[in-house]
């Protein structure tokens, strides 16, 4: 089966097409073709994801990555303008695709542009993520995605964004045998495979969320964040230190620098909801904490700073730990998936490598490739074709945004 991947949940523009095979088993994934375009830089300034901007950047970029995508994978194929077929689209069809597509300011202009030329390409699905994310974002690859499955008659898949983040994990960089492709990064992708039950932890800018999944297609949250999401977390404590956007990879540059450096421990911060009984988190304290020692110095060295940035990701750390061993006795796991955009973190992916070596021996630790740990459209077009084979009859046509979607 050939996938189409569409993501546009916040500010990372994403297309890619792979060709998935294997069933829930055993799934197979080879990416054929895959574009992206991060807006960090545009939200810099702000300090943070801007809906506006992250809005019009993705009607502006997703037509060219549609292209770059489909380039790759060898289904880029433009008709001859004095062929009888040409246009290859009927005017009714064309009406439609332009009355989705009228609500994202700019998209219909460059979406005609491109596609008004091209044959149908060889795709099976259409996957897109509808949420969660921000709404307006959702909306422009969700008519992108809805244009393009009315002018080439194929399904849509409709994909929650977390559901990607756990199924990202299938996603392995492997040897491309007897490539003879000249682009260079082109992966053969395969599968981890996932021994159920699973538990998942789910860290993000958005999101902080234990997840126990029965099996593919079956999950139930069993703690989440009350408050802020740990990513949130990491950048406002990064603000308070004056540390660039974004700010969570500054913290733990500057964490890691303290560890290799063996800087001298001067603050403590508690470790929020550590003992609770239940599997929920909160770091709007810790952040608070962070404030309030600041206020007590009127300026930081270095080294303090480094001392800081470590204790706020000690703190954070130790808390996913505590709380994930609790949850992986209760659910009885046989695999540990953790996974979203925090998960790049090097010191919380080496402290839960760790502890599963020495206290859960036993179970499979599944975290994705650095690369595929933050919004991408492969994770879509995986949990997408997961979803495929699970409910082969449903996929969607009529697709709506939900920015608090849940499991």
């Not at 994403?14 to 799934?27: I, W």
């Not at 202009?109 to 921000?134: A, M, Q, W, Y």
């Not at 060295?301 to 130790?318: G, I, K, N, P, S």
């Amino acid at each position: 089966m050939i996938i189409l991947g569409i993501e546009t949940s916040c500010d990372e523009t994403a297309v890619c097409v792979v060709e998935a095979t294997g069933d829930l088993r055993s799934p197979f994934f080879s990416v054929l073709g895959n574009g992206l375009f991060s807006q960090v830089a545009l939200h810099a300034p702000y300090g943070g994801v801007y809906p506006t901007i992250a809005k019009r950047e993705h009607a502006r970029n997703l037509p060219s990555l549609l292209q770059k995508a489909l380039t790759e994978a060898g289904l880029f194929s433009v008709l001859d303008k004095s062929n009888s077929s040409y246009p290859s689209y009927s005017p009714l069809l064309w009406q439609k695709a332009k009355e989705i597509l009228s609500k994202e300011d700019g998209l219909l202009e460059t979406f005609t542009e491109l596609v008004s030329p091209l044959k149908r390409p060889n795709i099976d699905l259409i996957t897109v993520t509808v949420g969660p994310g921000l709404e307006p974002a959702l909306w422009v690859g969700i008519s992108f995605a809805h244009a393009l499955s009315v002018l080439w008659d194929i399904p849509v898949q409709a994909v929650n964004h977390m559901e990607g983040h756990i199924t990202s994990v299938l996603l392995k960089t492997g040897e491309i045998k007897n490539n003879t492709s000249p682009t260079p990064d082109f992966h053969l992708q395969t599968s981890t495979p996932i021994q159920f039950p699973t538990l998942a932890l789910l860290i993000s800018g958005g999101h902080t969320e234990l997840v126990s999944i029965e099996h593919w297609g079956k999950y139930r949250k069993i703690g989440q964040t009350r408050d802020d999401a740990v990513g949130e977390a990491f950048d406002k404590v990064a603000r308070m230190l004056s540390l660039p956007y974004p700010g969570g990879p500054e913290v733990s540059r500057k964490a890691e620098k303290a560890r290799t450096e063996h800087t001298p421990k001067t603050f403590t911060l508690p470790r929020p909801m550590i003992h609770s009984k239940d599997f929920d988190f909160s770091f709007s304290g810790l952040k608070t904490a962070v404030l309030y020692t600041l206020k007590e110095h009127a300026s930081l060295t270095e080294e303090m700073l480094c001392d800081m940035c470590r204790e706020f990701e000690d703190a954070v750390t130790e808390v996913f730990l505590t709380k994930t061993k609790k949850a992986l006795e209760e659910v009885g796991a046989h695999t540990l998936i953790i996974a979203g955009g925090v998960v790049a973190n090097t010191h919380i992916r080496k402290a839960f490598g760790e502890m599963i070596s020495h206290e859960f021996p036993e179970v499979t630790l599944c975290i994705p490739e650095k690369e595929h740990a933050t919004d991408n459209a492969l994770m879509i077009a995986t949990a997408g074709y997961i979803e495929h084979l699970l409910h082969p009859k449903e996929t969607r046509s009529l697709l709506k945004a939900d920015g608090n979607m849940s499991f």
